[in-house]
């Protein structure tokens, strides 16, 4: 993207067009200084590939900047004696990781590592693939650059449940200062929120004052349910429904590169190095104590030391992969594998992730609502102006968290998102293609939304009782992992789905709010679920196995627990059991999947994992 931000680049092509007449000059001219504003090269950290390979040696190695790596490098840097390098497998942010409305259009995007599911016979059933899209960010910002923005922070419980099970410092009370800490909150302060929320911290969190039209519907329809309408899913409950906070600013996204790399861009002992994976965490000749960290970029290996710890950072799907090509994980597997078993760990076990099964309503909509005219005309608007439908993720925020079997509780175990999707939303953005879905549902999809206005809850479970694994597929680091979700392995997660159907997303149809918006329920109705009547458990249990999906948040694979825990791969100040200077910082420490979306949990273990770090090295300590 540095092109439109290079003036002798931009006025020749400016110039190119003088017949054009002055006023289309002007208008590209002003197109690529806003493209540059928005996206150029000068935003972010520059690659620092030659002064690593002029001097290989850190303090801290961090691997992986996305939402807590970013947040881990940007804390450590904080303390100028350390010198610490950030590396990417990923480049700089684009023009579509940077428009909010357009976040599905990162999935199978150069920034995307575009990762399926293993084929299942009981779920993903309907996609070519016979395994569900599992998107993962590839750039500065990692998932928070291609994420839906959603601001959520988890349920109080979560983490409780993570301390009563032993990890020592991770209660609700414990980690809030940690979400605060990183929080520059938007809305206006009060006695409620004041416990709850930062004004000054570095991570935008936008709440909107304008809510759309469907929104609103959207939210009286839910509290004709029984929904609470509440105004903070981040404070004192969970419960509820509302139209969630947001990580934008000024009709862009804010990732964790904007957030906590761009300001540190010049930091004088900050090295970020791009487009380099890490592939292999080294050790000191027969030991255990990690020496360094090998990266591959531009076709080659580069060898980097590191002086005080190596901390992967590489989300829940990257972090066990480079565990296990290093000799850290299943012993047994590690042997078929013919890897030197450095430390048999579970790493890559208790995979969980949150799946959701769509319902469909429709309306006739204008058909001409996504035309190439007005496509064309929004993106314009966008760019010259920012304004218009693309500065925000309006209608599809928001969002309600029940519980099935307890409407008192205050621990939900499904969540609903609620999009809006006008005629030919695929002109825009085609979420079915994005997912790989086959040719019967794609092709049922796009009939259904020819010339009517879809809307779509996300049947979310929470609280999965199945769990999955990871496995290599070879030695070979540029090969993808075998990734097994193995939803509704456990019988009660259906249960719960199907719980969820009936008493929400059927229901809503009945509300006044729905029925005079004029939607009616409506089906994608799979060849394989027609023997059984609509009505029937049955029916529900065949199409949630047809049409799963991910919500993209994987978690759980390098799991924390207390000494003694068989089951844990890092303890609770989140250092690597069994070897001596790696930590795992990232969303793969969870002991379990939080209830709600994982970027603001991600975010808030990088800063607390960070000062956990900085606790430890300051306190004059001179070796792990």
Not at 314 to 338: D, V
Not at 383 to 410: A, W
Not at 528 to 537: A, L, P
Request: proline share 5%.
């Amino acid at each position: 993207m540095s092109w439109a931000c290079d003036p002798v680049l931009t006025s020749n092509i400016v110039n190119s067009y003088q017949t054009a007449g002055p006023l289309f000059m002007q208008t590209l001219q002003t197109f690529f200084a806003a493209q540059c504003a928005l996206v150029g090269d000068h935003l972010w950290p520059a690659d620092a590939i030659d002064s690593v390979l002029e001097d290989p040696n850190y303090d801290f190695i961090v691997v992986g900047a996305g939402s807590a790596g970013a947040t881990v490098a940007n804390r450590l840097s904080e303390v100028p004696e350390w010198k610490v390098l950030l590396v990417e497998a990923g480049g700089n942010p684009t023009l579509n990781t940077e428009i909010p409305h357009l976040f599905y259009n990162n999935m199978r995007s150069p920034q995307d590592w575009a990762y399926k599911t293993q084929p299942d016979e009981a779920a993903c059933r309907s996609y070519k693939a016979k395994g569900c899209a599992w998107p993962r960010g590839k750039a500065l910002g990692g998932s928070s650059s291609i994420n839906f923005m959603f601001y959520v922070r988890g349920n109080r419980h979560d983490f409780d449940e993570w301390a009563a099970d032993g990890n020592y410092g991770w209660s609700y009370d414990d980690v809030l200062p940690y979400f605060i800490k990183s929080e520059k909150f938007t809305g206006v302060q009060n006695e409620q929120n004041r416990k709850y929320h930062n004004w000054e911290g570095n991570l935008n969190v936008a709440v909107d004052k304008q809510s759309h039209d469907y929104e609103h519907m959207i939210i009286n329809a839910a509290v004709e349910l029984g929904l609470k309408n509440s105004s903070d899913i981040n404070g004192e409950s969970q419960m509820g429904v509302m139209t969630s906070q947001t990580t934008t600013k000024d009709g862009t996204r804010f990732s964790t590169a904007r957030a906590f790399l761009s300001p540190i861009k010049d930091r004088k002992n900050f090295h970020v190095i791009k487009n380099a994976q890490a592939t292999k965490v080294l050790f000191v000749p027969g030991t255990n104590i990690v020496s360094g960290v090998m990266i591959h970029k531009d076709g080659k290996d580069i060898v980097v030391n590191v002086r005080k710890e190596l901390i992967l950072s590489a989300g829940a799907l990257n972090s066990p992969h480079i565990m296990l090509l290093s000799g850290i994980g299943p012993r047994r597997h590690l042997e078929e594998m013919k890897i030197e078993v450095k430390a048999d760990l579970p790493v890559g076990e208790n995979l969980q992730d949150h799946l959701y099964v769509p319902t469909f309503y429709t309306r006739p909509g204008d058909k001409d609502h996504y035309s190439i005219n007005n496509i064309v005309s929004a993106f314009t608007e966008y760019i010259l102006h920012g304004t218009g439908p693309l500065i925000n993720t309006s209608p599809h925020r928001v969002i309600s968290f029940v519980n099935t079997t307890d409407p008192t509780s205050t621990a939900s175990d499904m969540q609903f998102h609620y999009f809006v999707l006008p005629p030919g939303i695929s002109n825009m953005l085609d979420i079915f293609y994005k997912h790989g879905l086959n040719d019967e549902a794609y092709n049922k999809f796009q009939e259904m939304n020819k010339e009517q206005t879809v809307l779509v809850i996300y049947n979310t479970l929470l609280k999965p009782k199945s769990a999955g694994k990871i496995l290599l597929a070879s030695k070979n680091p540029f090969d993808a992992p075998l990734f097994f979700a193995d939803y509704y392995k456990d019988p009660e997660d259906m249960a719960t789905v199907i719980r969820a159907l009936k008493q929400h997303s059927l229901r809503l149809g009945e509300t006044k709010a729905i029925k005079e918006a004029g939607f009616k329920l409506d089906w994608v109705d799979i060849d394989n679920c027609k023997k059984f009547d609509k009505t029937t458990d049955e029916y529900l249990d065949c199409i949630s196995r047809e049409l799963t999906f991910s919500l993209y948040h994987p978690t759980s694979t390098a799991k924390m627990g207390p000494d003694g825990d068989p089951t844990s791969v890092v303890d609770p100040e989140l250092r690597v059991r069994k070897v001596k200077g790696l930590r795992v910082i990232d969303a793969s420490i969870m002991p379990s999947v939080v209830r709600g979306n994982t970027n603001a949990p991600s975010i808030m273990i990088g800063e607390k994992g960070a000062d956990m770090i900085k606790k430890f090295w300051l306190n004059q300590h001179t070796e792990l």
